[in-house]
């Protein structure tokens, strides 16, 4: 199961907590954050290999929302699994 947890640590810079994903899914994210203009600062760690807990590090622009950058980038991420999905099916045709 999927969890989010967003915690303000100072102004601009968030720690977002995600439980039951790891490094696939985090690199996907940072792949999408890094090209994202009212990001800064992106990384991500597990915490541990044998736990799945995923820790996003974002530093954003002045005035820039968490919330609309997480919708717009997790959008963008929705259409490319898609993208990728459809190349395999129509593969194996």
Same mark, same amino acid.
């Given at each position: 199961m999927l969890f #989010? +947890?967003?915690v303000i640590m100072?102004?601009? *810079?968030?720690? !977002? #907590?995600? %439980?039951?994903e790891n490094y696939? $899914?985090?690199n996907v994210i940072m792949f999408f954050f890094r090209k994202n203009y009212s990001i800064v600062y992106s990384n991500y760690e597990v915490l541990h290999p044998m736990r799945e *807990? #995923? !820790? $996003?590090?974002?530093? #954003? +622009?002045k005035g820039v929302k968490i919330k +609309? *950058?997480?919708k717009k980038s997790l959008k963008i991420i929705k259409m490319? $699994? +898609?993208m990728i999905i459809k190349i395999? *099916? %129509?593969g194996d045709k």
């Open positions: #989010l +947890k967003a100072m102004y601009h *810079v968030y720690k !977002i #907590l995600v %439980e039951g696939t $899914l985090g *807990v #995923l !820790i $996003l590090s974002i530093t #954003l +622009k +609309k *950058v997480l490319f $699994l +898609k395999i *099916v %129509e």
